[in-house]
């Protein structure tokens, strides 16, 4: 007996360290100079968690965990060694993963206590399954989306928002019915289902353009359930692991939510994607200013300041390679290249920096929103790649757009400005952009990958 | 029990503050690190689950945590890996500056 005692002290005490390892570990994430230590942290943090929990005196057997933690690694190898393009939606797939483990331990551990749990215990447990569901089956169509595996414009019908909340209130009366009658096992599985269904629905009528703000928010609730879950196993280290990603899916979804001028409320409702449909299309065909890569790279020769405004279609042509050529020639050539960046940009926070920085372009040339706001007026040439609507000065003064309010880059404000686009074809949103319109606006057609090369062609050409 | 669950409270609220406060410092640079990052460290979820398979208290309950063992380690080990892979791709333009 003083054994076990004193066996479940050093658990204890294991899991503080782990704790105080997670926390520095996003300590240290805060800057690019100190992050490699973060990872190395939580590493040391899971490690030491994992081989604590080892000791457990209740474990009788090993080999099922043994083969469980080879196939686990065995499966996330391969998911650790994605391309950076796909990295949207791994995250969203490993959101599913960690979603589904909850889900799993909360379900199991109904079965095993029942009838015998507590109210509060109940409550807990239920939200664990709730949150932990919609989750995981939101989180697989996210995925399913961003993989185009599913169609990725919003699927949207009549009275949608009604059905949701309809689902929610009635998966809540359940996790009540539950909370007083722990012992009504067959109700249990029709709380699970209603919130996996939830999940589905949450996330089909989300678009593209939408998908930062719902994984954040994906991230927020596969935080909370499983801080839930640390209520439930009275684990303080899950509680407070939970608890940090939680905030952080929160931070981040609040970020979004601002960028994308949706107010908090609309964004945790799922209210997501209505906005698209109102734009009509420009009916009369206005002139636009078209020239090649010749004529751009002359641009942006003669240019002091450049910057380049990346956004998803970047991503999808692969581009970030031969824009970071065309950086290297430019640079070379005395111009002072930037980048901007906008919050949403790409499918989640941060994925034009990874790409970015994939492709070898330091990232003290990578600039928030509001910093270059402020150049962008002083600004030669901005070249728009593959960005649309972060750059539609229609949201700064158009009261009738559909993103009106809508913070944006100040693209119009450079001297010159060059966008290089597939077609004339308004973009995922419907929205038409103005920008393109302008007098000082340049359309250069084409994919974006070949004409930066024909770009970089053209400028090494004239200097080899 | 009621104490116990007082105790959880303070913890899950102590918690969220200090990511709130020490999320809020994390450079936009590095947002979607920061994301594969907790999501590996919520995947100490893995510790509840192992305990679940290593109790063996009833078959069906030992299936669903050897899956959730699965499905949490995969996040361990494929979020650490992919985090750090890409925080070594930051670098800045300074030392190279000639």
């Known amino acids: 007996m003083t054994d076990f005692a004193g066996n479940q002290t050093i658990i204890e005490f294991v899991y503080l360290i782990a704790s105080v390892l997670f926390i520095l570990s996003l300590k240290w994430l805060s800057s690019p100079s100190t992050a490699r230590h973060g990872v190395w942290a939580g590493e040391l943090g899971m490690l030491l968690a994992i081989c604590g929990t080892l000791l457990h005196q209740g474990i009788v057997d090993y080999k099922w965990i043994a083969i469980a933690l080879v196939i ?3 499966i996330g190898v391969p998911l650790g060694l994605v391309q950076m393009t796909a990295v949207p939606q791994r995250t969203a797939l490993s959101h599913a993963f960690g979603a589904l483990c909850v889900t799993l331990v909360g ?16 409550a807990v447990l239920s939200m664990e399954v709730i949150l932990g569901g919609l989750t995981f089956t939101g989180s697989l169509m996210a995925a399913g989306k961003l993989q185009e595996i599913l169609p990725q414009r919003p699927l949207t019908y009549k009275g949608q928002n009604f059905v949701n909340l309809l689902l929610l209130v009635g998966a809540i009366v359940v996790a009540v019915y539950l909370v007083m009658n722990p012992g009504a096992k067959q109700f249990f599985p029709v709380m699970l289902g209603i919130s996996l269904v939830f999940g589905v629905l949450l996330v089909i009528p989300i678009g593209g353009a939408d998908m930062p703000t719902v994984i954040s928010l994906l991230n927020s609730y596969a935080g909370l359930s499983a801080a839930a879950m640390g209520f439930v196993l009275n684990s303080k280290l899950l509680i407070i692991a939970g608890a940090l990603d939680g905030s952080s899916g929160l931070i981040l979804s609040v970020i979004m939510s601002k960028a994308m001028n949706r107010s908090f409320t609309n964004v945790l409702f799922g209210a997501f994607g209505q906005v698209q449909t109102a734009a009509t299309g420009a009916q009369e065909a206005k002139p636009v200013r078209s020239a090649t890569a010749e004529e751009a790279a002359a641009i942006l020769e003669a240019a002091n300041k450049v910057v380049v405004i990346p956004g998803y279609g970047m991503a999808v042509a692969q581009a970030q390679h031969k824009v970071r050529e065309l950086y290297d020639v ?7 290249v930037r980048f901007a960046i906008h919050p949403v940009a790409g499918r989640m926070p941060g994925h034009m920096n990874v790409l970015l920085a994939e492709a070898d372009i330091p990232y003290d040339r990578l600039i928030e929103m509001d910093e270059i706001n402020g150049d962008l007026p002083q600004t030669d040439v901005a070249l728009v790649i593959g960005a649309n609507d972060v750059t539609n000065p229609a949201a700064r003064n158009d009261q009738s757009s559909p993103i009106y309010g809508m913070p944006i880059l100040d693209v119009d404000k450079a001297h010159t400005v060059m966008v290089i686009k597939r077609s004339m074809s308004p973009g995922f949103a419907g929205i038409d952009n103005p920008l393109y319109y302008l007098d000082k606006t340049l359309m250069l057609f084409g994919d974006a990958k070949s004409f930066v090369n024909n770009i970089v062609r053209e400028l090494s050409g004239v200097h080899a | 029990m009621q104490s116990n669950l007082i105790d959880a409270l303070f913890i899950f609220i102590l918690a969220a503050f200090i990511g709130f406060e020490v999320i809020r410092r994390v450079s936009p640079l590095l947002h979607t690190p920061l994301m594969s990052l907790t999501n590996a460290l919520d995947a100490i979820a893995v510790v509840g689950a192992i305990i679940l398979v290593g109790e063996h208290k009833s078959n069906f309950a030992t299936v669903l945590g050897v899956i959730a063992v699965i499905a949490a380690t995969s996040n361990v080990v494929g979020g650490f ?11 800045t333009s300074r030392p190279t500056k000639s």
């Not at chain 1, 430019?330 to 002072?336: A, C, E, I, Y």
Request: hydrophobic share 40%.
């Open chain 1, 72 to 74: 686990g690694s065995g």
């Open chain 1, 107 to 122: 379900s199991a551990e109904f079965y095993l206590r029942s009838p015998d749990v507590p109210g509060f215990m109940m």
């Open chain 1, 330 to 336: 430019l640079t070379r050539q005395g111009v002072d």
């Open chain 2, 81 to 91: 890996l992919i985090t750090d892979r890409m925080i070594k791709m930051f670098k």
